[in-house]
């Protein structure tokens, strides 16, 4: 029995080891400082799509808000084996994620879907986590966060396993669900990055990808100011690890304290 | 002066304690005004004297027999219910898996702003603000509501102390009255699988902590055996709690503890972000691996670049020595 998947796929923030200031004068993120890449658990949500159409068959469709150039990851989506992409025209860094909940409800309502709806639970250090629970309770469906894996899916029912604290939790949901999945499920990339020049040809092939209009949405949270955090100064040392002479004024001065 | 109320975790009768802490932000933010909570989960009902000693002076019990596991639906319909009853300027909620669940979904039904894992909330300009660290804690983000109105934020572990208990204040728990269909419990917890607390990682002065590195059983046997020379608790990362190799109650990081110990022992850990938020405030950190570009090396205090099945046997000999 097949079950249809929408996917929320996003290009986020690269927030891993950033160097130097990622601020400009004015507070705002600098671009060049930060670069993007696919979200990481969104990259999750759709390994987990395409495992269970691989499985059980089912047509996957992946949805990315933003301008029409800059929806790289739909195409990146495209040649993982998704079966179709939207684009909903929607500026991501212009809306708060109850507004991006809305445009993407909208879309999701408009094709129809009664399945699975996958979403990546972002990592508490860069981004909010907020838009799997306001994409559920947009569409009235039930939800899971923190997915680690898919234990079931029929075309009525999921079920799932979820990390909680001290352990897990197996969840049992009646479909349509939104399932935010969290970070446990890739190991290695089994459908992994190719070279830039592949990449390259892929960013500029040419793909049709429909369009969704969202209506204007306000939003109820704004940024009210960044300020860049004092680096975290640490004396560091490199300490050998043949010598068990280092090791132990290592192991003296550490248990010692400052 | 304003009123806050506050979501309290309740599982299987026991507090908590990043809701305590909660508890202890919701006192200080108030500044006069009314502390109100729902102590929510089985067993409810047993831990409103602590909450009315610690600093509440309002508590309401959700304790539903049908939702004695956390599913979204009933939760949300429940706190939605409470907050209609009292309107507060702001609910706290822990940033737990069941409180990052939570906050965002009732948000989003009553159409109000929410921000997740803040570091702190506090008045400004005749409203409040939430911040947080981010991007990879090189930037604190400053959020606030467009307009008036309740404010939903969920604070992390170790974000706010935990109140002290005073013994004069006391009050009555009642029930919250909300009215749940079957529709509502439409979702089901089928399996649950929970370590029983072993460790005591949050008083812990050392931890020695295993992650991928270790390799296998044998490897996190070393690894106890330098926890044991140091008399240090030992901790885990998630790779090695899904590997089976220890139980969730070791695990710190993102879904596990957060840590402050002394010492921090960090044993064939690649030091991911869900691992480093939970330990990077430890107050000295070793870290042993094997790549010398792991990011856990960018965090502590010693880096030591070598197979921890070489390198602890000799630690452990020249602590005995």
Excluded at chain 1, 223 to 232: F, L, N, S, Y
Excluded at chain 2, 176 to 192: G, M, P, Q
Excluded at chain 2, 234 to 258: C, E, N, P, S
Aim: aromatic share 4%; with cysteine.
């Amino acid at each position: 029995m097949s079950v249809d998947t929408m996917v929320i796929v996003r290009e986020v923030w690269d927030t891993r080891d950033l160097v130097g200031q990622v601020l400009d004068d004015t507070g705002n993120i600098k671009a060049d400082a930060v670069g993007t890449r696919f979200e990481p658990e969104d990259l999750n949500a759709l390994e987990m799509a395409l495992r269970l159409k691989d499985a059980q068959g089912g047509k996957v469709t992946a949805i990315s808000a933003g301008e029409p150039r800059g929806v790289d990851v739909l195409r990146e989506a495209l040649y993982r084996g998704v079966d179709a992409v939207v684009r909903v025209n929607a500026d991501p860094l212009a809306l708060d994620d109850q507004a991006l909940a809305e445009a993407y409800a909208g879309a999701i309502r408009e094709l129809g879907s009664q399945g699975l709806i996958l979403i990546g639970t972002t990592v508490l250090d860069g981004e909010n986590s907020l838009l799997g629970a306001h994409l559920a309770a947009a569409l009235d469906a039930e939800q899971v966060s923190w997915v680690d894996e898919l234990e079931e899916a029929t075309p009525e029912r999921a079920v799932a396993r979820r990390a909680i604290e001290m352990g897990t939790e197996t969840v049992e949901v009646p479909l349509p669900a939104v399932l935010s999945v969290g970070v446990a499920l890739l190991e290695d990339d089994p459908r992994s990055p190719r070279s830039a020049k592949a990449m390259l040809k892929l960013k500029m092939k040419k793909v049709d990808i429909p369009a969704h209009e969202a209506p204007a949405i306000e939003a109820v949270t704004k940024t009210a100011g960044r300020a860049a955090v004092p680096e975290r100064v640490i004396e560091t040392r490199a300490v050998d690890a043949e010598s068990e002479a280092e090791l132990k004024s290592m192991l003296d001065e550490a248990r010692k304290g400052d | 002066m304003a009123d806050i109320s506050v979501f309290i975790e309740v599982d299987d009768g026991v507090l908590n304690d990043i809701s305590l802490q909660c508890l202890g932000a919701a006192r200080a933010l108030a500044d006069g005004g009314v502390v109100r909570c729902l102590a929510a989960g089985a067993g409810a009902s047993g831990i409103a004297a602590d909450l009315f000693a610690r600093g509440a002076d309002e508590v309401k019990v959700f304790d539903d027999s049908r939702a004695a596991a956390y599913t979204t639906k009933p939760y949300a319909k429940a706190v939605i219910a409470w907050l209609n009853e009292a309107p507060p300027a702001v609910a706290l909620f822990g940033a737990t898996t069941i409180g990052n669940d939570l906050a965002p979904s009732v948000a989003a039904r009553l159409k109000t702003p929410c921000v997740l894992s803040a570091d702190g909330v506090e008045a400004a300009d005749g409203g409040y603000v939430a911040r947080r660290v981010e991007f990879d804690r090189k930037v604190q983000t400053a959020y606030a509501p467009e307009k008036e109105g309740l404010f939903i934020v969920s604070l992390h572990d170790g974000a706010a102390e935990t109140p002290a208990a005073d013994a004069s204040r006391t009050g009555e728990a009642v029930p919250l009255s909300v009215e749940l269909d079957d529709s509502d419990f439409a979702a089901r917890v089928l399996k649950r699988d929970v370590a029983k607390k072993t460790v005591n990682l949050k008083d812990a002065k050392i931890i020695v902590a295993a992650g991928a590195g270790v390799g296998n059983a044998e490897g996190l046997a070393v690894v106890q055996q330098l926890a044991d020379a140091l008399g240090a608790e030992v901790g885990a990362t998630r790779a090695v709690v899904d590997a089976g190799w220890l139980a969730a109650d070791h695990q710190i990081g993102q879904t596990g503890a957060t840590v402050r110990p002394d010492l921090y022992i960090a044993c064939g850990i690649s030091g991911a972000v869900q691992h480093r938020v939970g330990m990077l405030d430890a107050r000295k950190i070793i870290a042993i691996n094997t790549d010398a570009n792991a990011p856990i090396f960018k965090v502590a205090h010693y880096q030591v670049v070598g197979d921890l099945k070489v390198v602890i046997p000799k630690l452990i000999k020249v602590l005995a020595a």
